[in-house]
DNA sequence: GGTTCTCACTTGTATTACACTTGTCTATGA
DNA sequence: TCATAGACAAGTGTAATACAAGTGAGAACC
């Protein structure tokens, strides 16, 4: 009976992943030692892996390695990026308008954090019932930037068209006054103070892809932070509109 | 199997905080130290370092060396509820100075947060470096509160004072105008932007048995959530003071 | 005593080099 | 169509090295 190699290949190594013998997170050997051990070509070995990268069960870095991926993960930050997500979830009728969309030359602090030079600029008003709510400016390499068209952008969020790429975010919030910009856009004083998030996110490599700053007028908003010593998984947190 | 060095040695200096070996406020070994004693390249120490700098463990300064930031801590509240332990482990020098101290009828708001009539309410100035940089206000029912003297307060944090009874908190941050008190106290102009922070505590029962609420000057300080999907320690989240 | 200078030591940053990995392509059989 | 073999491009982790720049402490000076 004939049967197709890397069909077996692929059989194994997902039940060697689901047995836990392979854990999430960990490298697999490389394809030249799997090549080795299954006695079957490089070719054959990259076949059986694609098949598992597109059952999301493992993924690959050139020059680095395949790995197991860890199915928790991308839920975790869905809920912690999509803030507008979470205001039409509470019922809150939110819209994004695109007010800027430019490939431009990243500044000095946005190529220190990105580690590119030249970017995508998106910026966006969200509003709430009608009424701005969020003043979000996205910066992201140009390169990844490329592949999303300003309808892209304005319809859907960069955590929904950047997906399966994000991994891990820093976000800090810190009190500051409104610029003369922000001010105009927001529809409120000179100086008000705002909420000034800046998140940063990290692919699995560790680049950082996305550098979003959202500021959020202080009278309308507020961060929640839930700390329950119980779960020791990441406290949900979340923007909470205040009335 | 095949492990990265940089994560081993990360992992290591980590598990070396954590047990208290590097104790917070510690300098660090050199890099290169760390880097002969591993027997690893400087660049490879350095990255498992950034990598921890990154989880908010450690930080350096530019010719004076890495040292431990502070509350590794395994309960979670722990580094939630000190945040003047977190700047006493950076290495700034930080007081508590009690202004005011009353046992007294809790206002409407405060009765309905923790269910009680009677309640003790605290208030603190802290100063990192001589400077001031949080008005501190916790109330307390007044039953939990007779036990503590002031000197009590002044000497220990309320989550030291109660530190069994605590169990999980809730916190939301927003962005605000100093009011006249606030501006005075912490020695900044009227209206001048601060974040305030309001954390309710709850028992283990879900009885409410502190609520306070800090306010810091926006233009010094900065909250600071890590959402990382590789460390499995606990997300470090806490302030941070920016220069 | 107080100020400035110097020097050892630290981190920050940039190179080059090398081994090893995945990504991709072509050619060859069964 | 499936498998093999080989070759090359490109990315990653580590090493070794060099230099810039900040820090702290003590020496030297006024």
Sequence with gaps: MRTIRYHEIAANLRSRVHSGELVS?????????????????????????????????VDARQGFGWFVLGGTVSQSLA???????QMTASGVRSERLVIEYAFEKANKQVAKVLGVDQVLRVRRINTADGEPFALVTVWCPAELGRSLSRQDVEQSSFHELLDRKLKSATQTITADAA???EARLLEIPLSAPVLRC?????????????????????????????LSSTTKSIAPSGLRLVD
Tied chains: 1, 2.
Excluded: C, M, W
């Design 79 to 85: 809920t912690l990026g999509t803030i507008e997500d």
């Design 198 to 226: 800046e998140r940063v996110t990290k692919d699995a490599g560790g680049q950082a892809v996305l550098l979003a700053q959202h500021v959020f007028p202080g009278h309308k908003t507020n961060f929640v932070v839930e």
């Design 179 to 181: 610029s003369a910009d």
């Design 25 to 57: 997170g960990r490298l697999l050997p490389s394809e030249a030692e799997l090549s080795k051990k299954y006695k079957v070509s490089r070719v054959t070995v990259r076949r059986a892996l694609e098949l598992l990268r597109d059952e999301g069960i």
